[in-house]
């Protein structure tokens, strides 16, 4: 039997943890490097692989009508490991998948230890893998030691790799009351790619800017005490720093109300207009623009709905600063998430975009198939993108539209949300198991079990796609 090459894998996270696993159950040989207890992350205390650095949960396990939960389903359909180990070491959560934190690492790592295709090198990756490493997985994390970081960062150039993320919020289309919101450029300019009325924008009064900006200020703010001393970059100002600077600084900022006329009552100019900007390319996501911000979950949600137009709006996700080093990774990996100017190297977990202790590992999960299909001569297959890894890996390397502007870039890291899946092509069922029409939750829940169920059945399919294609 020929000798197959290893695929060396760098970072024993979430994402490489999966990975490797994958790797070696397709029956290719795997390095998994790993710093620790070597060298040491800000978050990271222990030696162990697939480390929680922070809460013990997995999120919702609701595979029907929760993005997370229909994530998990999916894992479970390739024989994750970290989803394995989560399940034998769970506590009780109600809905949620909440593990023992340290007996689900020991676990991931005994796994992988006795794996007779794994061998674990702990020793820090310290620039860029030597030149004979042909087939080399990244998943360092948002941590990702300096040295390492700075080679990635002068093989993609400066500016794709950023060690912070700004978040604004994102919502829901869906849910923006477009009987006072409106669709327009500002001074209806159309730019590169965009059509003169790419933004949604949402008028305030003088009563209601001012009442938003006392509950700005009043708010609870999350302190950016994660290695301190770090200045704001990118020009990207938190709105409640702004606030504090002046109470009429957000409106010469990102709030600013010039070149936009409400199509709802066009005698009447707005004090202040917050622009929201296509986030994704099916159109189902927008992110309130230069709205980044340290406020508490709880304090944003309550604080953003005052804004008109966005009284009911459901968030995809909220607003943030942390430390995180991740990759403009639409622009710089291919769709098998492979760096377009080093192939060699692939990327995957928290380093490509994508957020969360379940995303990462499904991502890890993904790329490493695909690195082992290539190894073994194969076509690595994507999954489908109406499945929750599908959806998920599309955000990362096509699903997002950047920038209509200048600007500080716009490719920021996402949790699995069902605003990533494609919308279904037949309206969803919009009657009840008793001939009830359904309305508002009730409605939404129905629409999220027919996505659900298209994105297992499709799941399903490929995999056993996947599995004749490797007995083949
Ligand atoms: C402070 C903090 C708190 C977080 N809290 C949560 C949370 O509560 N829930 C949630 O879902 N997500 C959370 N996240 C987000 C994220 O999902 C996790 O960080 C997740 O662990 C990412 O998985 P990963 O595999 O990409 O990276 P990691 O799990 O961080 O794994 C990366 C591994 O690479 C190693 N490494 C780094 N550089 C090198 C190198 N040069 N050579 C060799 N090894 C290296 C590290 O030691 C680490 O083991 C948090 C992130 C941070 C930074």
């Known amino acids: 039997m020929t000798q197959i090459a290893p695929i060396h894998v760098v970072g024993g996270g979430l994402a490489g943890s999966e990975a490797a696993w994958q790797i070696a159950e397709a029956g290719v040989p795997v390095v998994l490097h790993e710093m620790r207890p070597l060298r040491g992350t800000e978050a990271h205390k222990t030696e162990g692989l697939a480390e929680l650095v922070c809460s013990n949960s997995f999120r919702s396990d609701d595979a029907e009508t929760n993005a997370v939960g229909l994530l998990h389903a999916e894992m479970r359909r390739t024989g994750s490991i970290i989803m394995r180990m989560g399940d034998a070491h769970q506590v009780p959560a109600g809905g949620a998948l909440a593990v023992d934190r340290d007996g689900f690492s020991q676990a991931v ?30 998943a360092t994390g948002p941590l990702t030691s300096p040295a390492l970081a700075a080679a990635i960062g002068q093989l993609t150039g400066e500016k794709e790799l950023a060690f912070f993320d700004a978040i604004a919020p994102i919502v829901h289309f869906e849910s923006v009351d477009m009987d006072k919101a409106w669709f327009q450029s500002r001074y209806d300019k159309a730019g590169p790619g965009g059509t003169g009325a790419d933004y949604i924008n949402c008028p305030l009064d003088k009563a209601q800017y001012e009442a938003f900006i006392d509950a700005l200020l009043a708010a609870e703010k999350t302190e950016f005490k994660e290695w ?8 990207c100002l938190p709105i409640e720093v702004m606030a504090e600077r002046g109470r009429e600084t957000l409106r010469w900022g990102p709030m600013k109300p010039v070149g936009l006329t409400n199509r709802h009552n066009p005698t009447v100019k707005a004090y202040a207009v917050v622009q929201l900007r296509q986030d994704n390319k099916l159109g189902t996501l927008f992110n309130m623009t230069g709205f980044q911000t ?62 969360g ?3 990462s590992a499904a991502i890890g999960g993904m790329v490493g198939r695909f690195a082992a299909a290539e190894r073994l001569g194969r076509e690595p297959s994507l999954p489908p993108v109406t499945t ?15 920038t209509i502007d200048e600007g500080p870039r716009s490719f920021q890291p996402m949790n699995v949300n069902f605003g990533l899946f494609p919308p279904l092509s037949e309206p969803a069922p919009n009657k009840g198991p008793d001939g009830e029409r359904l309305r508002g939750n009730a ?30």
């Open 294 to 355: 340290k406020l508490k979950y709880g304090a944003q949600a309550a604080i953003f709905r005052m804004i008109p137009g966005l009284e009911k709006a459901e968030f995809a996700r909220l607003g943030g600063i942390h430390r995180n080093t991740y990759l403009n990774s639409p622009k710089v990996l291919d769709q098998t998430l492979r760096l377009k100017v080093e192939p060699r190297l692939r990327f995957a977990g928290q380093i490509t975009g994508c957020e």
């Open 443 to 472: 409605k939404t829940q129905a629409r999220k079990r027919v996505l659900s169920a298209r994105a297992l059945a499709d799941f399903d399919a490929w995999l056993g796609g996947a599995a004749r294609g490797a007995a083949a």
């Open 388 to 402: 929750a890894h599908g959806a998920l890996i599309n955000h990362i390397t096509g699903g997002h539209v950047s």
């Open 228 to 235: 301190e001393g770090t200045p704001y970059f990118d020009g």
């Open 109 to 138: 790592t005994a796994a992988l230890e006795s794996h007779p295709l794994i061998t674990i090198m702990r020793e820090e990756v310290a620039g860029l893998p030597p030149a004979d490493w042909d087939s080399v997985i990244v």
């Open 357 to 359: 202790y379940v995303e």
